[in-house]
């Protein structure tokens, strides 16, 4: 057919000279989006930009070729053109694995927040330039990349769940990756009364941007990156979310809105920042090409079915179809509404506490089994003891509460009988306050961890048992089978019972008893624990932990960054006390105002506020964040298959070809 031949203005602005473009009847409108991208970036003059549409099994799929075997593809197409790349899934695909790289950067002890939102730019871009095969493959390979290198502290304590924990998390993280771009997705079709004589259509599709696009192009990542936390929370052994996205985002701005919808809406949040900057650059780079609007006119003299199947189509320049000015204010909003409202988020004071966190220091890196318990309850209560002496010196004002970490004692059989015992005892009433303690209550295959409450008289009125236990650390898992090819056997011999009760002590003090929420170690990172102790009354949170079997920095980082997440969620004041680091006092606001030095004997003490009351997220927990996810993923799922049945070619006509038995050419 007859090559449609443009003013030299308009050629040079919108199509190299010579350009052709085949497109089959039935899918011309599919594939108009990404063939004006590919024009406003080349830049060669003779070049040839074929778009041609192949189905088959594993889905449809658009190909560029010219002269030199140029492959591009999605809305990153004129960017790669641009710069001369000749391989576009080569450099999507490096874009979507330095995104995941730039997640983990995120990541405590760094904690640069602004990683989460650039690296989810990269992804989101990647993603969108990927089809078939190499969209699989790539976000295969992502997960397995952000997997291992958020997880490498794990082989201090076994290689063997190092390995496992990396291939389970690495293929949770590929399916989010896969769900946020599914293989259906395709350009917006046009409808056919935006086809019509002098009808402009819009840049950002080739018909009318819907709510269901929208939802699509900014909601589908960041909704399956929030669903992940959901399920690390969970998911593998009853949970394992040390390296979910929110950790690095505990000092950042977006953490405000954690008090609204936790750990899940911070991650969503973050992620959704980044993607909506990527949506408008790209809006930018097409409007910098050039292609500000289509106008589509008939051939003349054709039937009218051949003018709803294409015709000749003229290009002319028009007016910005959507300025990424209106885009970036648009998603500006959207993003503050969030973080507005966790700042609004307040629960009533109710009077303070006077504490000090003990923290004995020592060798880290050590593993339980191959240090010896009694220089540790040595070193912790020495040091507690000269904090009585401060006390009644008058060099130091009285406390009402001394919190001691995790694993301070270690006895045989209960601790009420132990001659351990009587030593804190005395302790508790030489500094005329309640003592808190870590202990850990070992028999033949089995142990308990909890934490003991000694009121100032000496007697033990309360304890807590840990209920979230530590996998490959306080038990393991098919010990039997890993027993025999390891020796993981030796480093945990003895697996830890799941206690039972409420996250709660009740402390005796001279102004009353005060209930305070009680969390262990490595529950410090499950909101549900922290929530439960809320609901039952806690006033403020009491952490005794324990990350001394670890040489780096990286776990007692993730500690601290849980801790600030769970103050911002439950509006509690957060004390979290380490044998060798970090000790911290975090308010209720999630801010730190004390924390130790990995390895040193130091003594925090601080006066504390208490909250009472809930916030939206202790309420209600991740129900909202959930059900909002939800709905983006079925409304993305319905717009797919809505696309992939209006996309499929004629029946009988599997070709392409139009009534007229040949194709459509400009």
């Known amino acids: 057919m007859e090559i449609t031949r443009l003013g030299s203005r308009d050629r040079s602005r919108l199509v190299p000279h010579g350009a052709s473009l085949t497109i089959t009847p039935w899918d011309h409108e599919m594939a108009h989006r990404r063939a004006l991208l590919g024009w406003a970036s080349s830049k060669r003059k003779g070049d040839d930009i074929n778009v041609l549409r192949r189905h088959g099994a594993r889905g449809s799929r658009t190909r560029w070729s010219g002269p030199a075997g140029d492959r591009v593809g999605g809305p990153v197409a004129g960017l790669v053109r641009a710069f001369g790349w000749t391989s576009a899934p080569l450099w999507s695909a490096t874009s979507l694995l330095t995104g995941v790289l730039v997640w983990f950067l995120s990541a405590p002890p760094r904690s640069w927040w602004w990683c989460l939102p650039a690296?989810?730019?990269?992804?989101?871009?990647?993603?969108?330039?990927?089809?078939?095969?190499?969209?699989?493959?790539?976000?295969?390979?992502?997960?397995?990349?952000?997997?291992?290198?958020?997880?490498?502290?794990?082989?201090?304590?076994?290689?063997?769940?190092?390995?496992?924990?990396?291939?389970?998390?690495?293929?949770?993280?590929?399916?989010?990756?896969?769900?946020?771009?599914?293989?259906?997705?395709?350009?917006?079709?046009?409808?056919?009364?935006?086809?019509?004589?002098?009808?402009?259509?819009?840049?950002?599709?080739?018909?009318?941007?819907?709510?269901?696009?929208?939802?699509?192009?900014?909601?589908?990542?960041?909704?399956?990156?929030?669903?992940?936390?959901?399920?690390?929370?969970?998911?593998?052994?009853?949970?394992?979310?040390?390296?979910?996205?929110?950790?690095?985002?505990?000092?950042?701005?977006?953490?405000?809105?954690?008090?609204?919808?936790?750990?899940?809406?911070?991650?969503?949040?973050?992620?959704?920042?980044?993607?909506?900057?990527?949506?408008v650059l790209q809006t930018g780079w097409a409007e910098r090409a050039g292609h500000r609007a289509v106008?589509?006119?008939?051939?003349?003299?054709?039937?009218?079915?051949?003018?709803?199947?294409?015709?000749?189509?003229?290009?002319?320049?028009g007016k910005r179809s959507l300025p990424s000015l209106a885009v970036l204010a648009a998603a500006a909003l959207v993003l503050a509404t969030p973080i507005a409202l966790g700042a609004q988020v307040h629960s009533q004071s109710?009077?303070?506490?006077?504490?000090?966190?003990?923290q004995g220091g020592g060798p880290r890196g050590l593993r339980a089994v191959f240090s010896d318990p009694n220089q540790v309850t040595q070193r912790h209560l020495v040091l507690a003891e000269d904090l009585g002496d401060d006390i009644a010196t008058g060099k130091v004002p009285p406390v009402d509460l001394v919190l001691l970490p995790e694993n301070v004692l270690s006895v045989s059989g209960p601790v009420a009988s132990a001659p351990q015992q009587r030593r804190v005892a005395a302790l508790a009433e030489r500094l005329r306050a309640a003592v808190v303690v870590g202990v850990v209550e070992t028999a033949s295959t089995t142990f308990r961890n909890a934490a003991v409450l000694w009121d100032g008289?000496?007697?033990?009125?309360g304890r807590y048992e840990k209920e979230h236990r530590v996998p490959f650390g306080e038990y393991l898992p098919a010990r039997a089978l890993l027993s025999r090819i390891s020796s993981a056997g030796t480093l945990v011999p003895r697996d830890a019972l799941v206690g039972?009760?409420?996250?709660?002590?009740?402390?005796?003090?001279?102004?009353?008893?005060?209930?305070?929420?009680?969390?262990?170690?490595?529950?410090?990172?499950?909101?549900?624990?922290?929530?439960?102790?809320?609901?039952?009354?806690?006033?403020?949170?009491?952490?005794?932990?324990?990350?001394?079997?670890?040489?780096?920095?990286?776990?007692?980082?993730?500690?601290?960054?849980?801790?600030?997440?769970?103050?911002?969620?439950?509006?509690?004041?957060?004390?979290?006390s380490a044998p060798t680091g970090y000790s911290a006092i975090v308010d209720a606001d999630g801010q730190i105002v004390?924390?130790?030095?990995?390895?040193?004997?130091?003594?925090?003490?601080?006066?504390?506020?208490?909250?009472?009351?809930?916030?939206?997220?202790?309420?209600?927990?991740?129900?909202?964040?959930?059900?909002?996810?939800?709905?983006?993923?079925?409304?993305?799922?319905?717009?797919v298959r809505l696309r992939d049945s209006r996309s499929a070619p004629p029946a009988g006509n599997p070709n392409g070809e139009s009534s007229h038995g040949q194709h459509q050419t400009l």
């Open 119 to 279: 690296g989810s730019l990269l992804v989101v871009m990647g993603l969108d330039g990927l089809r078939g095969r190499s969209r699989a493959w790539s976000c295969w390979v992502a997960g397995w990349l952000w997997a291992t290198a958020s997880l490498w502290w794990l082989t201090e304590i076994t290689v063997i769940g190092y390995v496992a924990a990396s291939v389970v998390i690495g293929s949770l993280l590929t399916l989010a990756l896969r769900l946020a771009a599914p293989p259906g997705r395709l350009p917006r079709p046009a409808s056919r009364s935006t086809t019509g004589p002098g009808r402009r259509v819009p840049l950002g599709g080739t018909g009318r941007t819907t709510a269901a696009d929208l939802v699509r192009d900014y909601g589908a990542l960041p909704a399956c990156m929030a669903l992940l936390e959901m399920v690390l929370a969970r998911f593998p052994l009853q949970g394992f979310p040390l390296p979910a996205l929110s950790l690095g985002q505990a000092s950042g701005p977006f953490a405000v809105a954690a008090a609204w919808g936790g750990a899940p809406l911070v991650t969503l949040v973050s992620v959704a920042s980044g993607v909506a900057l990527a949506r």
């Open 295 to 317: 106008r589509v006119s008939p051939a003349p003299a054709r039937t009218r079915d051949h003018h709803r199947t294409g015709g000749r189509w003229l290009l002319s320049a």
């Open 350 to 358: 109710n009077g303070q506490l006077h504490l000090s966190l003990v």
């Open 457 to 461: 008289e000496g007697r033990i009125v």
């Open 500 to 576: 039972v009760g409420t996250a709660a002590l009740d402390v005796p003090t001279a102004r009353g008893t005060v209930r305070l929420g009680t969390v262990i170690s490595y529950e410090g990172f499950f909101a549900d624990r922290v929530r439960e102790a809320v609901q039952a009354g806690g006033q403020a949170i009491l952490v005794p932990t324990n990350a001394a079997s670890y040489s780096y920095d990286v776990v007692p980082a993730l500690q601290l960054a849980a801790a600030q997440l769970r103050a911002r969620e439950s509006h509690r004041t957060v004390v979290q």
């Open 594 to 639: 004390q924390t130790s030095d990995l390895g040193r004997a130091q003594v925090l003490t601080a006066t504390v506020d208490l909250h009472e009351g809930q916030t939206p997220y202790i309420r209600w927990a991740d129900l909202p964040v959930f059900a909002f996810c939800l709905m983006v993923m079925v409304m993305v799922s319905l717009r």
